[in-house]
């Protein structure tokens, strides 16, 4: 095994299912993440962890394995190691992207939100990241400066956070919505790996979602 295979299976072994609000079942021979869960959680096959593992490819765009560090939860230090790692093991792929532009709200779109007292109101950034938003939505739903930056996301509470969803009067219908979205914005940017892993997370955890 390579040393990148042995790396990807200690970061597996580190992690729990419940840690990543995963479903457990049965009992597990070994401790860790299981490939089908990392597999999904990255939005990858089981059959390509297996032969990355084994040391068996020979390419890897650097966007599939981002996905990984971040399903894997690394550290900046750990994905640039496990970078590295691809390389030496003479896995090539595209050069690290560019870094992804920051998605910001002006001044006055934050005015403006402020100001609209009698509604709720969200900013929506790409993968509908929750950029803004004004009072009466976070008393409506959720007080969003509490979520972790990782869950500030329309999608991701829609399905996974139950005070959310039981929000909406009509959940399948915005539901429904959500997934419109995220294939759209899967069809613009096919190789973000930050919607790969919103959409690996959402398949793992939601049956809903899955359908």
Same mark, same amino acid.
């Given at each position: 095994?390579?040393?990148?295979?042995? $790396?990807?299976?200690?970061?597996?072994?580190?992690?729990?299912?419940?840690?990543?609000?995963?479903?457990?079942?049965?009992?597990?021979? @070994?401790?860790?993440?299981?490939? *089908?869960?990392?597999?999904?959680?990255?939005?990858?096959? +089981?059959? $390509?962890?297996?032969? /990355?593992?084994?040391?068996? +490819?020979? =390419?890897?765009?650097?966007?599939?394995?981002?996905?990984?560090? !971040?399903?894997?939860?690394?550290?900046?230090?750990? *994905?640039?190691?496990?970078?590295?790692?691809?390389?030496?093991?003479?896995?090539?792929?595209?050069?690290?992207?560019? &870094?992804?532009?920051?998605?910001?709200?002006?001044?006055?779109?934050?005015?403006?939100?402020?100001?609209?007292?009698?509604?709720?109101?969200?900013?929506?950034? !790409?993968?509908?990241?929750?950029?803004? %938003?004004? =009072?009466?939505?976070?008393?409506?739903?959720?007080?969003?400066?509490?979520?972790?930056?990782?869950?500030?996301?329309?999608?991701?509470?829609?399905?996974?956070?139950? &005070? @959310?969803?039981?929000?909406?009067?009509? %959940? *399948?219908?915005?539901?429904?919505?959500?997934?419109?979205?995220? !294939?759209?914005?899967?069809?613009?940017?096919?190789?973000?790996?930050? /919607?790969?892993?919103?959409?690996?997370?959402?398949?793992?955890?939601?049956?809903?979602?899955? !359908?």
């Amino acid at each position: 095994m390579t040393e990148l295979g042995e $790396y990807l299976r200690a970061c597996r072994a580190r992690l729990s299912p419940d840690q990543l609000g995963l479903p457990t079942s049965g009992h597990r021979r @070994v401790p860790g993440l299981r490939r *089908e869960e990392l597999a999904s959680l990255a939005g990858v096959s +089981v059959d $390509y962890i297996v032969r /990355l593992e084994q040391g068996r +490819v020979k =390419s890897a765009s650097t966007t599939i394995l981002t996905a990984l560090a !971040r399903a894997l939860e690394l550290r900046p230090d750990e *994905e640039e190691y496990l970078l590295r790692c691809a390389a030496e093991a003479g896995i090539s792929g595209g050069a690290r992207p560019a &870094e992804k532009r920051s998605q910001q709200v002006s001044r006055a779109t934050r005015v403006l939100l402020d100001s609209m007292v009698n509604i709720p109101a969200l900013v929506l950034g !790409r993968r509908m990241d929750i950029l803004a %938003w004004n =009072s009466l939505s976070a008393a409506l739903f959720t007080d969003y400066s509490k979520q972790p930056a990782r869950r500030r996301n329309h999608i991701w509470l829609t399905f996974l956070d139950p &005070e @959310v969803r039981g929000r909406y009067a009509n %959940w *399948e219908r915005v539901a429904q919505e959500c997934v419109a979205y995220l !294939r759209m914005d899967a069809g613009r940017y096919p190789n973000d790996p930050e /919607l790969a892993r919103l959409v690996g997370e959402l398949s793992v955890k939601d049956p809903d979602f899955r !359908r």
